[in-house]
């Protein structure tokens, strides 16, 4: 089986799919064969193959098995809102058990390392009483934690990671990613994230003008999360 982790965000817009693809980029330059699933995505385009969301097609662009958008992109919803608000306006139910199952077949499909992006922060809604934090509990995955550089990071880093740890998932570490140019005290940040959030930090990334993931990848270090 894949050693597997779920990327979760401190909240939305923080890079996760920018930092999802570097990491594999960075697996795949060290030899390892990758997978990765977006379980759920709002606001996809209409294509004349289907719904389709620009964050799981980069993740399919950025992996080296040669998955359909199906698995790679289970629950495709075209409203760009909150997923269990634009699931309910399109009549759709989301399911953890449907979610579960896809992940588990990906990550039997052969890859050396599998990454299952999460949807908006750690808590995201799914119905009146499911959240997408129930599918890394299903799988028992370990957490990879994607921190955006900005005002407020700190607290919203460290009660992510305090739910994380409630929830009895370990948080295998931390990735810091500037999404946008001259934060104020940017290192002092990063030092206090450093002393207070209990995981190695696998990189920091500063701000791309590009948006190319390859760039982030040089910053990545996987070591920690590869077998030992």
């Known amino acids: ?12 817009e923080v890079g996760k799919t920018y930092v999802s693809a570097a990491l594999l980029s960075a697996a795949a330059e060290a030899g390892l064969q990758t997978a990765a699933v977006k379980p759920v995505a709002s606001g996809c385009e209409h294509t004349d193959d289907g719904l389709r969301n620009e964050d799981a097609l980069l993740l399919q662009e950025a992996m080296t098995l040669k998955l359909p958008y199906q698995q790679v992109n289970p629950f495709a919803l075209e409203p760009a809102i909150a997923p269990h608000i634009a699931a309910a306006e399109v009549g759709k139910q989301l399911n953890v058990a449907r979610m579960a199952g896809v992940c588990r077949g990906v990550m039997s499909a052969g890859a050396d390392l599998v990454l299952i992006e999460g949807a908006g922060g750690w808590r995201t809604p799914l119905g009146p009483r499911s959240f997408l934090s129930q599918l890394p509990r299903e799988l028992n995955l370990p957490v990879i934690l994607v921190v955006g550089m900005q005002l407020g990071c700190i607290n919203h880093a460290l009660l992510t990671a305090e ?9 295998a570490g931390w990735v810091a990613n500037f999404t946008r140019d001259g934060m104020a005290r940017a290192d002092e940040n990063l030092q206090t994230l450093k002393a207070l959030l209990p995981a190695p930090l696998l990189g920091t990334l500063p701000f791309d003008t590009a948006a190319d993931y390859r760039n982030g990848a040089q910053y990545l270090d996987i070591t920690p999360l590869l077998p030992h």
Do not use: Q, V
Request: proline share 5%; glycine share 10%; aromatic share 10%.
């Open 1 to 12: 089986m894949a050693k597997t982790y779920f990327i979760a965000g401190t909240d939305t």
């Open 163 to 171: 739910a994380i740890r409630r929830d009895g998932l370990p948080l």
